[in-house]
């Protein structure tokens, strides 16, 4: 995998109001949602924000490490498995939350783990678009999600910098 030619940098208010607008589309989808599945690490910040939203109070995590370094993607590892009870009924009545499907790896192993459940994402990229219900923000594959988590408080050049004007 190259690295990405275009930069997304989103701030912690950004990320907040992209995750209200996630539960916002959510609340329109079911009416009760039995509990939130989300994919460690990126999905807990959404989760928390939604499950206040929508007064989810089970929260259940999966980890599914993949990003073994900022350029490439490594192969894939069930690091914490989801709770057996949320598992019956394949996954109904569950939301699958994360901050963002990239391949879509990630989002098939979960998937294969809860058919039934509804998965939604801030970000979705097209590669793993197909695997997710419901999404805010449809970015290109070549662009990388800087997420506030990941960030301090730099400088940012203009745009104009990069293309040499």
Same mark, same amino acid.
């Given at each position: ?33 039995? %509990? !939130? /599945? ?8 959404? =989760? ?6 929508? $007064?989810?109070? *089970? ?48 989002? %098939? !192993? /979960? ?8 998965? =939604? ?6 590669? $793993?678009?197909? *695997? ?34």
């Amino acid at each position: 995998m190259s690295l990405p030619e275009k930069a997304f940098p989103v701030s912690w208010d950004q990320f907040h109001r992209d995750a209200r607008a996630l539960a916002w589309r959510l609340a329109g989808v079911n009416g009760q949602w039995r %509990a !939130i /599945v989300c994919i460690t690490r990126g999905g807990l910040v959404p =989760a928390a924000v939604i499950s206040r939203e929508l $007064g989810i109070r *089970l929260i259940e995590t999966v980890c599914v490490a993949s990003y073994h370094d900022y350029t490439s993607q490594g192969q894939l590892q069930v690091l914490k498995e989801i709770n057996p009870a949320l598992l019956e009924g394949e996954g109904e009545g569950v939301l699958i939350v994360d901050d963002l499907t990239d391949t879509g790896k990630t989002a %098939a !192993i /979960v998937r294969a783990m809860m058919p039934k459940a509804h998965f =939604a994402t801030i970000y979705a990229k097209p590669k $793993g678009r197909p *695997l997710v219900d419901t999404f805010v923000t449809e970015v290109s594959q070549d662009t990388w999600i800087y997420f506030p988590w990941d960030m301090g408080f730099t400088y940012q050049k203009p745009i104009s910098d990069d293309r040499g004007s």
